[in-house]
Nanobody, 116 residues
Framework: QVQLVESGGGLVQPGGSLRLSCVAS????????MYWYRQAPGKERDLVAR???????YTDSSVKGRFTISRDNTRNTVYLQMNSLKPEDTAVYYC??????????WGQGTQVTVSS
């Protein structure tokens, strides 16, 4: 069992920045990859970024150049640095981990609201 806890969300004005964190804890052998997704009201949950245990990262074109994913493997923590935030970035941001047993684990999400 893996528990994921996101933090760092909040209300920010357009052009501002936030840094999200996701800490994994519990009984597991290894986390192979961690992901950030987001879900805006009335829309599907979409992939934002992912990073593997080796540090290979990916960011969706919608956030490329503005968002950066990183990971501290020793602390089982993944980060999402979000810069130049836009109103369309408003969503609940979810962390996901894939572990060696093949199971996916989701956090409860953290709200990011970009508004004046």
């Amino acid at each position: 069992q893996v528990q994921l806890v996101e933090s760092g969300g909040g209300l920010v004005q357009p052009g501002g920045s936030l840094r999200l964190s996701c800490v994994a804890s519990g009984s597991f052998f290894r986390i192979a990859a961690m992901y950030w997704y987001r879900q805006a009201p009335g829309k599907e949950r979409d992939l934002v970024a992912r990073i593997t245990i080796g540090g290979t990262d990916y960011t969706d074109s919608s956030v490329k150049g503005r968002f950066t994913i990183s990971r501290d493997n020793t602390r089982n923590t993944v980060y999402l640095q979000m810069n130049s935030l836009k109103p369309e970035d408003t969503a609940v941001y979810y962390c996901k981990a894939i572990v060696a047993d093949g199971r996916n684990y989701w956090g409860q999400g953290t709200q990011v609201t970009v508004s004046s």
